[in-house]
């Protein structure tokens, strides 16, 4: 128990007490900008590729934004995507939507799509207890996902082509992505899903992956700015607004209702009657 105390401290510093980084987040792309980096969106940059392909002679930064909490970072991020006049993506889930926002990210020429949970969802609400179970109701979160994406195509007027797995609590309880709903070629054409942004194919041609991590850490593995100056061709920075600014009625939104779920998905048969 003891043990834990430091990693309770730091949640609860990132959440509630970290200081804004989003100069930080501004200097990290003059940075790259000043590398010659071309900085691009998940599907601009999957575009190139599958058409005329990488310019040898070019550096490439795909930069992809997860918006698990807090849209008003976001939208402060995409304030300094726009001063810099930078390409990037950022993925919203349910929870997150913010249409006008995404509106103008899109009317910019960069990405606005959806971060989606179906099967956690799922799972959540239907009291899985095994990746067995989660994969047998395959059918039921497919069905809630394409109900999902057609009305938020329908409300934003954004294609949503390119998408990206959302990864919550129950999926590395239950030990299965929510990317799997997307991996029926099928399915995948009966939605009008063009690329997931976890795709091997698309994943092979990022040879340097990073992400923004809580406080203290910040980066993982690394901090991207390494290989920014050794001028690597292609660089992928995946960042999430909760780790940039600490918005504290967001985040104490954001853990109560992470306590309620996971309460409700430890207790046997709590869910299970939903059924």
Same mark, same amino acid.
């Given at each position: 128990?003891?043990?834990?105390?430091?990693?309770?401290?730091?949640?609860?510093?990132?959440?509630?007490?970290?200081?804004?980084?989003?100069?930080?987040?501004?200097?990290?792309?003059?940075?790259?900008?000043?590398?010659?980096?071309?900085?691009?969106?998940?599907?601009?940059?999957?575009?190139?590729?599958?058409?005329?392909?990488?310019?040898?002679?070019?550096?490439?930064?795909?930069?992809?934004?997860?918006?698990?909490?807090?849209?008003?970072? /976001?939208?402060?991020?995409?304030?300094?995507? $726009? @001063? %810099? +006049? *930078?390409?990037?993506?950022?993925?919203?889930?349910l929870s997150t939507m913010e249409p006008q926002l995404m509106a103008e990210i899109a009317a910019a020429g960069s990405e606005a799509s959806y971060h989606y949970?179906?099967?956690?969802?799922?799972a959540k609400r239907r009291g899985l207890r095994s990746r067995a179970e989660a994969l047998a109701h395959l059918a039921e979160a497919r069905d809630l996902f394409?109900?999902?994406?057609?009305?938020?195509?329908?409300?934003?007027?954004?294609?949503?082509?390119?998408? /990206?797995?959302?990864?919550?609590?129950?999926? $590395? @309880? %239950? +030990? *299965?992505?929510?990317?799997?709903?997307?991996?029926?070629?099928?399915?995948?054409?009966?939605?009008?899903?063009?690329?997931?942004?976890?795709?091997?194919?698309?994943?092979?041609?990022?040879?340097?992956?990073?992400?923004?991590?809580?406080?203290?850490?910040?980066?993982?593995?690394?901090?991207?700015?390494?290989?920014?100056?050794?001028?690597?061709?292609?660089?992928?920075?995946?960042?999430?607004?909760?780790?940039?600014?600490?918005?504290?009625?967001?985040?104490?939104r954001d853990a109560i209702r992470r306590i309620a779920e996971g309460i409700r998905f430890e207790l046997p048969g709590a869910t299970r009657r939903r059924r």
């Amino acid at each position: 128990m003891l043990t834990a105390l430091p990693r309770l401290r730091d949640r609860v510093y990132g959440a509630f007490l970290m200081r804004s980084r989003l100069g930080e987040y501004e200097r990290l792309l003059e940075s790259a900008i000043g590398a010659r980096y071309r900085i691009s969106s998940v599907g601009s940059f999957w575009r190139r590729v599958q058409g005329e392909g990488l310019d040898a002679a070019e550096r490439y930064l795909v930069l992809r934004h997860d918006i698990d909490t807090d849209p008003r970072t /976001a939208a402060a991020m995409w304030a300094i995507d $726009r @001063r %810099l +006049g *930078v390409d990037s993506s950022y993925f919203f889930r349910l929870s997150t939507m913010e249409p006008q926002l995404m509106a103008e990210i899109a009317a910019a020429g960069s990405e606005a799509s959806y971060h989606y949970e179906e099967l956690s969802s799922v799972a959540k609400r239907r009291g899985l207890r095994s990746r067995a179970e989660a994969l047998a109701h395959l059918a039921e979160a497919r069905d809630l996902f394409a109900e999902n994406v057609r009305r938020l195509r329908a409300t934003t007027g954004l294609p949503m082509r390119v998408v /990206a797995s959302h990864g919550d609590f129950a999926n $590395r @309880r %239950l +030990g *299965v992505a929510n990317w799997v709903l997307l991996a029926d070629p099928a399915f995948r054409r009966s939605v009008d899903v063009e690329l997931e942004t976890y795709d091997e194919a698309f994943l092979g041609r990022l040879p340097h992956r990073y992400t923004d991590a809580p406080h203290p850490r910040y980066w993982a593995p690394a901090d991207p700015a390494a290989v920014i100056d050794a001028g690597e061709p292609v660089i992928s920075i995946l960042v999430h607004p909760r780790h940039w600014r600490a918005d504290r009625g967001a985040n104490a939104r954001d853990a109560i209702r992470r306590i309620a779920e996971g309460i409700r998905f430890e207790l046997p048969g709590a869910t299970r009657r939903r059924r």
